[in-house]
């Protein structure tokens, strides 16, 4: 059974809306989460240039874990690693 070709033009165009705006949402939130964990990564680097940590920049174990931490936490975990690194208690490896 096919639909008339009006109630299928209205079920379409609603179908549209509705994907644009959960696109509009999920895009939102990342570009939110990019900035996040973009200063993050900026906050240790420049904590690093300004010799107030010292966080590996090699290729190794430790770099590899700075980096997922600021990943997945972002500033909130570049500023954890930061005071912990003050208080020498990062990198643990």
């Known amino acids: 059974m096919a ?3 009006l109630l299928f033009d209205i079920i379409l165009v609603a179908l549209a809306i509705l994907i644009a705006y959960i696109l509009y ?3 939102k939130t990342t570009k939110k989460l990019a900035l996040n964990i973009i200063i993050g990564f900026i906050l240790i680097i420049v904590t690093n240039l300004l010799d107030i940590t010292s966080i590996p920049v090699g290729f ?3 770099t590899v874990i700075t980096i997922l931490i600021t990943a997945l936490t972002g500033v909130f975990g ?4 930061i005071i912990l690194n003050i208080f020498g ?3 643990f490896i």
């Not at 570049?78 to 690693?81: H, N, R, T």
């Open 60 to 62: 190794n174990l430790s």
């Open 3 to 5: 639909l008339p070709g």
């Open 25 to 27: 949402k999920a895009l």
């Open 78 to 81: 570049a500023l954890v690693m």
């Open 89 to 91: 208690l990062y990198p």
